[in-house]
Structures are given as structure tokens and as C-alpha cells.
């Protein structure tokens, strides 16, 4: 995995913590992989890892176009319908603060501008469903030219 893109998602998560959420307690972290159980779900977690790396050749001889794909995870447990919609509202926030790209005081790596999409699946594989964690993962796409 390049520097480049875990400088990408260390960004990210920088400037996501350095945000207000509606539901207090909530925690943002930069890890290289997801490990969290329905005990640490108590308050919702927002937690960034670096994605993936797709380039294509655009023009001879060497033009490309990179896209880098930094994923964000928004996951609560919950009991109640009315925490479903506060973490699912939480996670479309999440989203709107991607596409913004508003992280005043925040480096990113030079040329990132507002990412070109940026999707939502929430609940994907019905993953712990079973443990009341209600769950969104984010993929945040950046394209740079090289």
C-alpha cells in the first residue's frame, strides 16, 4: 500500500475528528483494519482505513489517472428504532462532510481537492445484524493525475 494513500486516509480521519457530531461520544480513528465488537459499540465509531488504488492510462506515452479510495465506517449497537435513525443520520453526515471537504488546518497530500464520488451501503452482508450493531460503510473516491 502506498504512502500516498494512507497519507490520504490519515487526512481523513483528522479531519473528521476534528468535526462535531449530533451524537455525543461519538470516536474517529485511522486504522489499517476494522476490528470492533458490539461492546465497543456502545457510542458510535467512525473509523477510516485506506482503500484502494485503481489507474488507467488516459494518454500516450504516460499520462494516468489515479483514483484512490479512502473507506469510512459509521457503526453504533443499538436498541432502539430511534438510535437507528441518529446513526444513520450520523452516517449520511459523514458522507456530506466528505463530499464538502471543508477540514480547515488540515494537510492533505498535495493536489487532493473534493472527493469525485462517494457511495454508502448500509448493514452490507447483514453483518451483525444479530448484535443490534446497526453499521454503513463509505467509500470515498479522489482522483489525481499523474
Known amino acids: 500500500m502506498s504512502a500516498f494513500l494512507q497519507s490520504l486516509a490519515d487526512a481523513v480521519a483528522t479531519g473528521l475528528a476534528a468535526k462535531s457530531w449530533a451524537i ?47 473507506q469510512v465506517y459509521v457503526a453504533q449497537k443499538v436498541d432502539t428504532d430511534a438510535e437507528v435513525t441518529a446513526i444513520s443520520n450520523q452516517a449520511e453526515a459523514v458522507l456530506d462532510a466528505l463530499m464538502d471537504h471543508s477540514y480547515p488546518g488540515i494537510t492533505f497530500p498535495a493536489g487532493t481537492v473534493s472527493p469525485i464520488t462517494v457511495t454508502i451501503e448500509t448493514n452490507p452482508d447483514d453483518a451483525l445484524n444479530e448484535r443490534n450493531v446497526w453499521r454503513a460503510s463509505i467509500v470515498a473516491t479522489y482522483r489525481f493525475f499523474a
Open 24 to 70: 455525543a461520544g461519538t470516536t474517529v480513528e485511522r486504522a489499517n483494519w476494522i476490528s470492533k465488537g458490539p461492546e465497543q459499540l456502545v457510542v458510535p465509531a467512525i473509523v477510516v482505513t485506506a482503500g484502494n488504488r485503481e489507474t488507467v492510462r488516459i494518454a500516450r506515452p504516460s499520462q494516468r489517472q489515479n483514483d484512490y479510495t479512502v
